[in-house]
């Protein structure tokens, strides 16, 4: 059986679970069954086989690739994932990802109708031998080019994961030059080659917490401290911020006819900032005092241009 066959098959188990937890056997087979179906009109050779003994082996493998734990409850006589969403956002990214991929496969005929944002490579044909590093904890050396910078520079890392922020992919490694942990879009980065040099992850770091109050992704300088940041946005601008928040920290204060306010623990960095110039008069600052001050001058400046 093909590669794609088994990954369709975990991720057909992961949509049924999480769209009906406690599902059984039989409805698990059932649906993997008719879904089979719709995936066969992209294409007939595809195969894929289930069975008890394969679902196990599914559980196991879903587990050890992906992190994702899947467990049956006596009680509820069912299956079920154990983790929250919140506990494990990969899951709804990659069942996202694999839905998209279906469905442009199935439209080939269809190409007037879709229409795709022209961007520029991401760099993501290096994220197969990042993970690899990251995994076997091996040095990464490349070339790097900044932004800012016509000068391209030679990077030894310790590569520590991956992080995604507005469709770029950054890989966030300590740079051995100065021992700091820095991000490194994917897309600026050249010549990557994966040294046999190991290394140990530092057991005082911990990637997630790390960036937790963190708004994209600029982290913070020795010795900052988040901030508690209270934003009014007006009624129309505020649909979208309750459907999609700005940041996990966030909490509705006040919701009516006139605003939604909320309040967010964040570090003040360039991107937060950058973010909130994006909505314009729609968002008002109202604490801390810092960056209504760094909102006010950057409008003003922008003002002044013209």
Known sequence: MSKRAYI???LLILKKLKAKPYSSYEELQSYIANQVEYLQ???DTLKIAFSKRTLQRDIREISNNFGIDIEFSNKEKGYYISQSESENMNFQRMIEAFDMFNSLNLAQDLTPYIFLEKRKPQGTE?????????????QIKFEYHKFWEDIISQRITEPYALKEYKNRWYVLAKDLKD???????LDRLSNLEITKNTFEFPKDYDVEESYRHCFGIISPDEGDKPEEIVLSFDPFQGKYI???????SQEILVDNENELKVSL???ITHDFIME??????????????????EIKDAHFNAFNLY
Not at 179 to 185: D, E, G, P
Not at 242 to 248: A, N
């Open 276 to 293: 909130l110039l994006s909505f314009g008069e729609n968002v008002l600052v109202l604490q801390p005092e810092s960056l209504m001050n």
């Open 126 to 138: 290096n994220l197969y031998g990042l993970l690899h590093a990251i995994k076997n904890k091996f």
């Open 179 to 185: 021992n700091n942990v820095k991000s490194f879009a």
């Open 242 to 248: 309750k459907t999609l928040p700005l940041h996990e």
């Open 8 to 10: 369709s098959r975990y």
């Open 265 to 267: 623990k964040l570090y």
């Open 41 to 43: 009109m992209q294409d």
